[in-house]
């Protein structure tokens, strides 16, 4: 079984930055594609970012593209999210999840990932 633990999130004022950081248990990491999602409130989950399981392919929503960067570090089990020039649309819990697989054209929906951490919350004031 592989938990995801979230950190990092917190109030910021609009045009700062956050990093967010997932930390997965388990020894298969490495092979698993990693992805972020965020939920804000009264709204469906929404894809954030995704990324090969080593790496060298990323993925993003348009609404963060060229704002946020997702990385990993496969040796720590940990992936992350930096979150530039933030709006206060970026309001939401912000949920890491990962596949047990190489990065497909699903990596878009929710039902494609097999765990979850339990969120972490990033509030962005105007």
């Known amino acids: 079984q592989v938990q995801l633990v979230e950190s990092g999130g917190g109030l910021v004022q609009a045009g700062g930055s956050l990093r967010l950081s997932c930390a997965a248990s388990?020894?298969?990491?490495?092979?698993?594609?990693m992805g972020w999602f965020r939920q804000a409130p009264g709204k469906e989950r929404e894809f954030v970012a995704a990324?090969?399981?080593?790496?060298?392919?990323?993925y993003y929503a348009d609404s963060v593209k060229g704002r946020f960067t997702t990385s990993r570090d496969n040796a720590k089990n940990t992936v992350y999210l930096q979150m530039n020039s933030l709006k206060p649309e970026d309001t939401a819990v912000y949920y890491c999840?990962?596949?047990?697989?190489?990065?497909?054209?699903?990596?878009?929906?929710?039902?494609?990932?097999?765990?979850w951490g339990q969120g972490t919350q990033v509030t962005v004031s105007s």
């Open positions: 999840a990962a596949r047990d697989s190489y990065l497909t054209t699903s990596y878009y929906y929710t039902s494609w990932y097999d765990y």
């Open positions: 388990g020894r298969t990491f490495s092979r698993q594609t």
């Open positions: 990324i090969h399981r080593n790496g060298d392919f990323t």
